[in-house]
C-alpha cells in the first residue's frame, strides 16, 4: 500500500452534508443546510428547457454567456452604480463555493495571509491552505457579532493579502454597515491588500437596509472580488450557479484558473437565466418574500423559549440556549434532530477553536407549513 500525506488533516465531512443526511435519517424536519423546500419558478425551468431544445448543449464560452454577464452587469450598475465590463471583469462560476476557491488560488502564495472573521463559511480556510496560505482569524462574537476594527489594524502587516467579507453574513445573519465600509476603507489604503467579498446573500435583506457591496465603493471596489449566487437568488441551489465580478487585472488572473478548474459552466442554463432575469421584479421582490418568512418564523420560535439573535439578512435566524442548558451546541443541536424531530447548525463548528457561545443556526427558506411544523415541534419538546 502506497501512503498519501493528507493536505487538510483536520477536515472531514463538512457539517452541512452531516446534518442533512442526518435529518433525513432520522425523518427530522431539516433546518440544517441552508436551501429552500420549496420549487424555483416554472418560467424559468421552460426557459432553459427552450435553451436546450434550441441546440444550447455544447460548452458555453469560459467566461461565461454573454447574454447571461451582460446581465449581471446591467443589474450590477443599476443596483449599486458600479460598471462592470462583461467581456474582461464578470465570469460565470458553477456556484459561490467554486468562485471562492478560485479567486483565493488566484492570489495567495506560500506564507501570505489571510485575514477571516469567525465564525466563517467553512470553505475559506481549507481554500487558503491548500494554497500555503496562513489563516489569521478574528473571532466575532454574539450577540451582535461586530467586527473590532482595532483588532483587525493590529493583524495587518506586510505579508497581509487578502481579507474575506461575507455580509449578509453566514451564519449570523449580521450584515455590514456604513461604519464597517469606513473602517475597511481606512485600514487598506494605501496598503498591498486585496478583498473577497462573499455576497451570495446579497439579495436577502431586510428591514429596508442597505447591502454595501464592495461594489459600492470606488477605493474597495478596485481591489475586490466579488461572489455572487444564483442558486440563493432563483431558489434553485442544486444548479450550482454563481458568478463572480473583479477589476480586470483581477479577474484575468481568476479567469487562468478558472479555465483549468471548471473550464465553463452549464450553457442551457446560462442562456435560461439570462432570459429570465430581464425581469427585474425577481431579484427586486426578493427582500420582501424572505422578510416574510424570517418574521413568521421568529414569531413562532419566540414562544419555545430559545433566545433570539437578530437577523439581518441571509436564510438564517439564530438563536441562543445557554439558560436552558450547559449542552455543546453540537450535542444538543444532535439531541433536538433526535429528539425533537428538527435539525439545525451547531455554530462552534465555524470556529477554528470551537468556540461554543451555545448558539444554533436555522434556516428560514422553508413552506410556511414546513416552518410551522418545526415550530410546533420545539414547542412540543418542551425545551
Ligand atoms: N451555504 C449553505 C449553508 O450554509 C450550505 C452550502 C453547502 O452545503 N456547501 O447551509
Given at each position: 500500500m502506497?501512503?498519501?500525506?493528507?493536505k487538510?488533516?483536520?477536515?472531514?465531512?463538512?457539517?452541512?452534508?452531516?446534518?442533512?443526511?442526518?435529518?433525513?435519517?432520522?425523518?427530522?424536519?431539516?433546518?440544517?443546510?441552508?436551501?429552500?423546500?420549496?420549487?424555483?419558478?416554472?418560467?424559468?425551468?421552460?426557459?432553459?428547457?427552450?435553451?436546450?431544445?434550441?441546440?444550447?448543449?455544447?460548452?458555453?464560452?469560459?467566461?461565461?454567456?454573454?447574454?447571461?454577464?451582460?446581465?449581471?452587469?446591467?443589474?450590477?450598475?443599476?443596483?449599486?452604480?458600479?460598471?462592470?465590463?462583461?467581456?474582461?471583469?464578470?465570469?460565470?462560476?458553477?456556484?459561490?463555493?467554486?468562485?471562492?476557491?478560485?479567486a483565493?488560488?488566484a492570489?495567495?502564495h506560500?506564507?501570505?495571509e489571510?485575514i477571516?472573521?469567525?465564525?466563517a463559511?467553512?470553505?475559506?480556510?481549507p481554500?487558503?491552505?491548500?494554497?500555503?496560505?496562513?489563516?489569521?482569524?478574528?473571532?466575532?462574537?454574539?450577540?451582535?457579532?461586530r467586527?473590532?476594527?482595532?483588532?483587525?489594524?493590529?493583524?495587518?502587516?506586510?505579508?497581509t493579502?487578502?481579507?474575506?467579507?461575507?455580509?449578509?453574513?453566514?451564519p449570523?445573519?449580521?450584515i455590514l454597515?456604513?461604519?464597517?465600509?469606513?473602517?475597511?476603507?481606512?485600514?487598506?489604503?494605501?496598503q498591498n491588500?486585496?478583498?473577497?467579498?462573499?455576497?451570495?446573500?446579497?439579495?436577502?435583506?431586510y428591514?429596508?437596509?442597505?447591502?454595501?457591496?464592495?461594489a459600492?465603493?470606488p477605493?474597495?471596489?478596485?481591489?475586490?472580488?466579488?461572489?455572487?449566487?444564483?442558486?440563493k437568488?432563483?431558489h434553485?441551489t442544486?444548479?450550482?450557479?454563481g458568478?463572480?465580478?473583479a477589476?480586470?487585472?483581477?479577474?484575468?488572473?481568476?479567469?487562468?484558473?478558472?479555465?483549468?478548474?471548471?473550464?465553463?459552466?452549464n450553457?442551457?442554463?446560462?442562456?435560461?437565466?439570462?432570459?429570465?432575469?430581464?425581469?427585474?421584479?425577481?431579484?427586486?421582490?426578493?427582500?420582501?418574500?424572505?422578510?416574510?418568512?424570517?418574521?413568521?418564523f421568529?414569531?413562532?420560535?419566540?414562544?419555545?423559549?430559545l433566545?433570539?439573535?437578530?437577523?439581518?439578512?441571509?436564510?438564517?435566524?439564530?438563536?441562543?440556549?445557554?439558560?436552558l442548558?450547559?449542552?455543546?451546541?453540537?450535542?444538543?443541536?444532535?439531541?433536538?434532530?433526535?429528539?425533537a424531530?428538527?435539525?439545525?447548525?451547531?455554530?462552534?463548528?465555524?470556529?477554528?477553536?470551537g468556540?461554543?457561545?451555545?448558539?444554533?443556526?436555522?434556516?428560514?427558506?422553508?413552506k410556511q407549513?414546513?416552518?410551522?411544523?418545526?415550530v410546533?415541534?420545539?414547542?412540543?419538546?418542551?425545551?
Amino acid at each position: 500500500m502506497t501512503s498519501i500525506v493528507s493536505k487538510l488533516p483536520q477536515v472531514g465531512t463538512t457539517i452541512f452534508t452531516t446534518m442533512s443526511a442526518l435529518a433525513a435519517e432520522v425523518d427530522a424536519i431539516n433546518l440544517s443546510q441552508g436551501f429552500p423546500d420549496y420549487d424555483c419558478s416554472p418560467e424559468l425551468i421552460e426557459l432553459v428547457n427552450k435553451a436546450m431544445k434550441d441546440g444550447h448543449n455544447q460548452y458555453a464560452p469560459m467566461a461565461g454567456v454573454k447574454a447571461l454577464r451582460e446581465q449581471i452587469a446591467y443589474k450590477t450598475e443599476k443596483l449599486h452604480g458600479a460598471v462592470y465590463n462583461p467581456d474582461t471583469e464578470i465570469t460565470v462560476t458553477a456556484g459561490g463555493t467554486q468562485a471562492i476557491f478560485t479567486a483565493i488560488s488566484a492570489v495567495i502564495h506560500p506564507n501570505d495571509e489571510v485575514i477571516i472573521f469567525e465564525p466563517a463559511f467553512d470553505c475559506y480556510a481549507p481554500a487558503i491552505k491548500l494554497m500555503g496560505g496562513i489563516v489569521k482569524s478574528l473571532e466575532l462574537e454574539p450577540p451582535d457579532y461586530r467586527i473590532a476594527w482595532d483588532m483587525v489594524k493590529k493583524l495587518v502587516n506586510s505579508r497581509t493579502k487578502l481579507i474575506i467579507l461575507n455580509s449578509p453574513h453566514n451564519p449570523t445573519a449580521t450584515i455590514l454597515r456604513k461604519e464597517d465600509i469606513e473602517e475597511l476603507s481606512a485600514i487598506v489604503k494605501n496598503q498591498n491588500i486585496l478583498i473577497l467579498s462573499d455576497e451570495v446573500y446579497e439579495h436577502l435583506i431586510y428591514d429596508g437596509e442597505t447591502h454595501h457591496s464592495m461594489a459600492r465603493y470606488p477605493e474597495l471596489q478596485q481591489r475586490s472580488f466579488i461572489v455572487a449566487s444564483f442558486g440563493k437568488l432563483l431558489h434553485a441551489t442544486g444548479w450550482k450557479i454563481g458568478y463572480c465580478l473583479a477589476p480586470a487585472y483581477l479577474m484575468q488572473e481568476f479567469r487562468k484558473v478558472h479555465q483549468f478548474l471548471v473550464f465553463s459552466v452549464n450553457s442551457a442554463m446560462q442562456y435560461g437565466i439570462a432570459e429570465y432575469l430581464k425581469n427585474e421584479d425577481i431579484y427586486l421582490s426578493l427582500p420582501g418574500f424572505f422578510q416574510q418568512k424570517r418574521d413568521h418564523f421568529r414569531k413562532g420560535l419566540a414562544q419555545t423559549g430559545l433566545e433570539l439573535l437578530p437577523s439581518y439578512g441571509s436564510y438564517f435566524q439564530s438563536v441562543k440556549y445557554g439558560h436552558l442548558t450547559l449542552e455543546s451546541d453540537t450535542d444538543f443541536a444532535l439531541r433536538l434532530i433526535k429528539e425533537a424531530g428538527v435539525a439545525c447548525i451547531p455554530t462552534s463548528v465555524f470556529y477554528t477553536q470551537g468556540t461554543d457561545y451555545r448558539v444554533l443556526r436555522f434556516c428560514f427558506a422553508k413552506k410556511q407549513e414546513t416552518l410551522d411544523d418545526a415550530v410546533n415541534r420545539l414547542i412540543e419538546f418542551k425545551l
